[in-house]
């Protein structure tokens, strides 16, 4: 049986106007976003819960700077301060997988109209290094392609493999580094809308059995 404890953080970025530097030396400075996630894991879970995330890394995807006539993504690579950390004492021999999943990242209004979107075409989360007990991801899909319609193909949230662990995987487990990017279709530039923060849920899940 599958059972899945769930815990959710905010990822945000901010689109603001002048900057330091560009993407590109040959071009002047126009637009910047920055890029910030902060992931609680304050859920509480019941005391005889033998499988649990008791903390899931904290994300920065720092700062891009772009000129508003290049037409090119935009990558942003986040910079983690924290790993996953799991208590496993079910005993069963079961293994677990962890998931993460992002929603769109979007700005709310208050004049109540429709929220703008960020135009997100990917988001890969990898993770390096941690005991041989789990298996780790490599550009696993947390944002991506959903629908290749045309004329405008659809993306979106994806729920990512980010940790497997092993049969062996018992006791209180610390994972390796996450490593996060996000790219912004460059093609959809001009659908950012400066001095607006953009925000965006990040559901992560713990899942027993393999």
Do not use: C, W
Request: no cysteine; aromatic share 8%; hydrophobic share 40%.
């Amino acid at each position: 049986m599958l059972k899945k404890l769930y815990y959710v953080g905010l990822a945000a970025l901010l689109a603001s106007g002048p900057g330091e530097r560009a993407i590109a030396a040959e071009f002047d400075p126009e637009t910047q976003l920055d890029g910030r996630a902060s992931v609680d894991v304050s859920a509480s879970v019941p005391e005889n819960e033998r499988l649990r995330l008791l903390k899931t890394p904290d994300i920065d995807f720092g700062r891009v700077t772009f000129h508003d006539e290049l037409v090119a993504d935009l990558l942003f690579e986040a910079s983690v301060s924290n790993a996953f950390e799991i208590l496993n004492i079910t005993g069963s021999g079961a293994g677990f997988h962890v998931n993460q999943k992002y929603s769109h990242f979007t700005a709310s209004l208050e004049n109540g109209s429709a929220p703008y979107v960020l135009p997100v075409r990917a988001i890969e989360l990898s993770v390096t290094g941690g005991p041989t007990t789990m298996i780790n991801a490599t550009n696993s899909i947390a944002y991506g392609l959903l629908n290749p319609g045309q004329p405008e193909p659809e993306y979106g949230p994806i729920e990512a493999r980010v940790l497997t662990g092993l049969p062996d995987a018992n006791g209180f487990l610390t994972s390796g580094t996450l490593r996060a990017e996000m790219i912004i279709d460059g093609k959809r530039l001009g659908e950012i809308v400066p001095e607006e923060e953009y925000e965006a849920t990040i559901t992560t899940t713990i899942v027993s059995g393999l």
